[in-house]
């Protein structure tokens, strides 16, 4: 169980009353909400608006009868004590008043409280406050002001909307008054209603509150009225007091459980990643799975691949360009293609695989100008942290079309960044598209031979011994965006497994990198 989830639950029991036990000297609930009934009808206003202070005609006072609240069995989510009794949100408060549009100033001595101010991770930041132009303070009545105790709710769509805080903040010296913006409800109940005991049944109910927004999409509001209507299980005052102190009792360990808990996941998350590069590791080193003599060797398969090409009189090395040898560099073309020094090669590898240089057994499909509506692929098309497309395409006009839109890929085809390539913004191309996907010239575009998995090759692409070469200062070059150029990225050498045995490869990694997943969770 989450630390998120032992708090809900401590909410939960709280508010179902199951936290503390009832005692029959502290009266009920019904008692408690008739004394506020009867003062909010002595001063003429409408029991269930707090909001606008609506003052009721006499008869509408007079058929104030013994359920107020006119709350049906359908809104009651659950079971309370006998002596708690259910009422709705604006009954039992002053106010329910949404703040009002700001204008701000470079410096002044009065805060405008937005949004942003009720903190996602809990708590109120007035650091993040602006300044309020002290010109416009007659616009505000007195209890405009946010008082110590006040519950702020977040109350406009992007986001946010929903989101429950209380405001018991230390206001920055020289401040003389903060007030809310348009976009935050603050709720201030009455002086026999435990302010923190609402704060903790709204903020149970955060996640319903983040749905009860009506309006268009951009502009979605959470309404005062809405709020007004919310149904709440209300007990005696006595006993809300003491559900505060076993909650804010129980509090500080679930806090310090969090804490342990982010600590394990950040080392559940190390540990994954670190199980991950060593299963990549293991694997292109040919310790992963055994070697079958009858799988044949690479160097028969890397022969393949050098036939074809210099059939077709192009360099073996240098896929990029597609250069075409001359008659005496054909001739010269001996039993080491690859070219590959000693002090390149940086661990062993099975008698059945061999060294080859990455250009050796790729290729690319070579450049256009969009001349008609694509599927442009950028850097932002890409999930880095699962090397897969995004499912939603990103289409372009071809007169709109960015000057970097020029490589063609295919399905089947691997893409590798080669700006800042440690953060992995690679993947195989994997599907169909429903418009002709063009890529950035940002990708080294690198589509497979026959004789090479393409899976194989992108999680050698992924492992550790790749990325130490392509985030090597010699080979990255820059400083804000270091980037690996396609001479070099193609110069990188590859350990090359027989087919049979990349396939392989590439079954048990599959197998093994969910496992690697879980631990990170």
Request: aromatic share 8%; proline share 6%.
């Amino acid at each position: 169980m989450t630390a998120k989830d032992l708090k809900n639950a401590l909410l939960q029991e709280a508010i179902q009353g199951k936290l503390v036990p009832q005692i029959a000297s502290e009266g009920n609930a019904r008692d408690l909400l008739e004394e506020i009934r009867k003062e909010k009808l002595s001063h003429g206003l409408d029991f269930a608006n707090a909001k606008s202070g609506k003052r009721k005609s006499k008869k509408e006072t007079a058929l104030a009868g013994s359920n107020p609240c006119d709350i049906t069995e359908e809104e009651i989510p659950f079971d309370i004590p006998e002596s708690w009794c259910w009422c709705r949100l604006g009954e039992i408060c002053n106010e329910i008043k949404r703040g009002k549009s700001p204008k701000y100033a470079d410096k002044s001595n009065f805060l405008a409280f937005a949004q942003k101010c009720n903190v996602k991770t809990g708590g109120i930041d007035l650091g993040l406050a602006l300044y309020l132009d002290e010109n416009s303070i007659t616009r505000y009545s007195e209890t405009d002001n946010l008082v110590q105790g006040d519950i702020v709710i977040n109350s406009t769509g992007g986001g946010t909307m929903g989101r429950v805080g209380l405001y018991e903040t230390q206001v920055p010296a020289g401040i003389k008054g903060v007030y809310p913006d348009s976009h935050v409800t603050v709720i201030r109940s009455i002086g026999n209603i435990n302010q923190h005991y609402l704060y903790y049944v709204l903020k149970l109910n955060q996640p319903v509150l983040e749905k009860c927004g009506t309006g268009s999409t951009n502009q979605t509001e959470l309404k005062p009225a809405v709020l007004a209507d919310f149904v709440i299980p209300l007990p005696p005052l006595s006993e809300q007091k003491r559900i505060v102190a076993a909650i804010e009792k129980f509090m500080p360990l679930i806090e310090e459980y969090g804490k342990k808990e982010t600590q394990l996941k950040a080392i559940n998350e190390k540990i994954g990643t670190l199980t991950k590069k060593a299963i990549l590791q293991e694997a292109v080193q040919g310790k992963l799975v055994p070697q079958i003599a009858s799988e044949g060797n690479a160097r028969d398969l890397l022969e393949e691949i050098r036939k074809e090409k210099l059939s077709h009189g192009l360099d073996f090395a240098n896929a990029k360009s597609g250069k075409r040898k001359s008659k005496k560099e054909t001739a010269l073309a001996g039993s080491n293609p690859c070219d590959i020094t000693e002090e390149e090669i940086p661990f062993d590898i099975p008698e059945s695989w061999c060294w080859c240089r990455l250009g050796e057994i790729v290729y690319n499909n070579g450049q256009k100008t969009p001349d008609k509506e694509f599927s442009y692929i950028d850097i932002g098309s890409i999930d880095n942290l699962h090397q897969k497309l995004n499912d939603k395409e990103n289409f372009v006009l071809p007169e709109q079309a960015p000057s970097r839109a020029r490589k063609i890929v295919k399905k089947g085809d691997i893409i590798y960044a080669t700006v800042r390539p440690y953060l992995h913004n690679m993947c195989i191309i994997d599907k169909d598209f429903e418009k002709e996907p063009i890529a950035s010239t940002g990708f080294a575009v690198l589509a497979c031979y026959p004789q090479i998995n393409n899976q194989y090759l992108f999680y050698y692409l992924l492992s550790p011994s790749f990325d130490n070469y392509a985030n090597d200062t010699e080979n990255s070059k820059g400083v804000a965006y270091p980037a690996i150029n396609d001479d070099r990225l193609y110069k990188g050498i590859v350990p090359l497994p027989p087919l049979a045995e990349q396939k392989r490869i590439v079954a048990a990694i599959e197998k093994m990198l969910p496992l690697c997943e879980k631990l990170g969770e």
